[in-house]
């Protein structure tokens, strides 16, 4: 059996894993250690980057390349996604008539458009990134700001 590869983060990279929440970062340790036995496995290769790319669940993806049984990790962390060709569970329950909240909570909220989604990825996959990146839009809306954006009443429940 061939020795494990060994997964490379830079510090920043680290403390960063730390500041995921407890299942997120369970769920990324997990992956690593996938990768570590053998980082082809569950991934998708792109020959033209020479890169490979694999997900940690709904907690963010991970892109890296493999040279001399070393792993170079890239995670990347997505806000919120939103555009017109993305399905997800906010874009759901911001499409409804009032937007659903919990009574006397209004949770911040960040996004990332789909087409920066995809320059997120295409940027990263271009490169030799060691580390965790979040991605997100600039600044944050509380959800009574979003309602109000869309026009829309909140409705809230216990």
């Known amino acids: 059996m061939p020795r494990p590869y060994t997964v490379r983060l830079v510090t920043h990279a680290a403390q960063q894993r730390d500041s995921l929440p407890p299942a997120g970062r369970a769920a990324l340790d997990d992956r690593l250690h996938e990768l570590e036995q053998d980082p082809r496995h569950g991934a998708e290769y792109k020959a033209s980057d020479d890169r490979w790319s694999t997900s940690f669940g709904r907690w963010g993806v ?30 759901a329950l911001l499409s409804l008539p009032a937007v659903p909240s919990i009574l006397g909570f209004d949770p911040r909220y960040q996004f990332i458009h789909e087409d920066d989604l995809v320059g997120v990825l295409r940027f990263a996959a271009e490169r030799e990134l060691p580390g965790v990146f979040n991605a997100a839009g600039d600044g944050v809306l509380a959800l009574s700001e979003v309602a109000s954006l869309l026009g829309k009443p909140l409705a809230p429940v216990l």
């Open 62 to 91: 991970v892109l890296y390349l493999i040279s001399d049984r070393i792993v170079t990790v890239t995670v990347l962390r997505f806000a919120n996604g939103l555009g017109p060709d993305l399905r997800t569970a906010h874009t």
